[in-house]
């Protein structure tokens, strides 16, 4: 099993999840360049936002919970700094893939929506979903599209 992440300049990587979720995010923290302190998930590519920590806070057994679980097998994700507000405002995500805009402007959406700021799109928006038993925050549900991010050139 193999997911996709990408994160950067249009970088992207194939990361094996079938560790604990410890290795997973140190991994991930530092192939994207993203401080320790910082809280990160993975945006799939339908929209769905995995968050990690999550998944670590949650495991059944004092065992390292495993990111396996977590994610979809060969799923596309892009690499997602959680902002953490104060005061009541909401939870800020943030792409840690340059050009999200340009790439995938869906996910872009996605990530202005679950932010709580003006979307630029055409209406669309994502759905509360549930992902192993995570339940998503945010407004109502909505439809939404599906977008691919990776084209055939890397």
């Not at 979720?21 to 998930?41: C, F, S, Y």
């Not at 009541?88 to 995938?104: I, K, M, Q």
């Not at 996910?107 to 630029?120: D, Q």
Request: charged share 20%; aromatic share 6%; net charge negative.
């Amino acid at each position: 099993m193999f997911i996709t992440v990408m994160s950067g300049a249009g970088c992207w990587e194939l990361v094996k999840p079938w560790c604990s979720l410890v290795i997973l995010i140190t991994h991930l923290r530092q192939r994207g360049q993203v401080p320790l302190d910082a809280t990160i998930a993975l945006l799939a590519e339908d929209g769905h936002l995995v968050n990690l920590v999550e998944g670590l806070e949650e495991g059944p057994s004092p065992a390292p919970s495993m990111g396996s679980p977590l994610l979809q097998e060969r799923g596309t994700y892009v690499l997602v700094q959680i902002i953490k507000c104060e005061r009541g405002a909401p939870t800020c995500y943030e792409s840690l893939l340059e050009n999200l805009d340009e790439r995938c402007p869906e996910l872009a959406e996605e990530l202005r929506w679950l932010s709580g700021l003006p979307t630029l799109g055409d209406g669309w928006r994502r759905r509360a979903g549930t992902l192993h038993g995570h339940q998503e925050q945010g407004p109502p549900s909505r439809p939404r599209r599906v977008g691919f991010l990776l084209s055939g050139t890397h």
